[in-house]
């Protein structure tokens, strides 16, 4: 089983930055995408971001795009998010997970691509 270790959240002023990283415990790790989550207290688990680990493609959310940047580092088995220019509505646990490939009908936006999860990092931003 692949464990996924997250790090890198905690509190920020809205409009400063935040890097949280995930790191996979299998030294061969080749998921078809690593995604990012995040969920705020009483709400549902949305997407974020996603990297697809063959060609590095990414996709964001609207509500972060220009702002979230998702990378890999393939050497370290870790991707990262970086997020600028935060804002009060990006308060939330943030949580990696890993997909399988994707078949008609799914998506890298949908929580059932994604078998394997973080324990989630808080970020939390203030205003």
């Known amino acids: 089983q692949v464990q996924l270790v997250e790090s890198g959240g905690g509190l920020v002023q809205a409009g400063g930055s935040l890097s949280v990283s995930c790191a996979a415990s299998?030294?061969?790790?080749?998921?078809?995408?690593m995604g990012w989550f995040r969920q705020a207290p009483g709400k549902e688990r949305d997407f974020v971001a996603a990297?697809?680990?063959?060609?590095?493609?990414?996709y964001y959310a609207d509500s972060v795009k220009g702002r979230f940047t998702t990378s890999r580092d393939n050497a370290k088995n870790t991707v990262y998010l970086q997020m600028n220019s935060l804002k009060p509505e990006d308060t939330a646990v943030y949580y990696c997970?890993?997909?399988?490939?994707?078949?008609?009908?799914?998506?890298?936006?949908?929580?059932?691509?994604?078998?394997?999860w973080g324990q989630g990092t808080q970020v939390t931003v203030s205003s």
């Open positions: 997970a890993a997909s399988r490939i994707p078949t008609y009908g799914t998506t890298l936006y949908g929580l059932n691509l994604y078998d394997y």
């Open positions: 299998a030294r061969t790790f080749s998921p078809y995408a």
């Open positions: 990297i697809v680990w063959s060609n590095l493609n990414t």
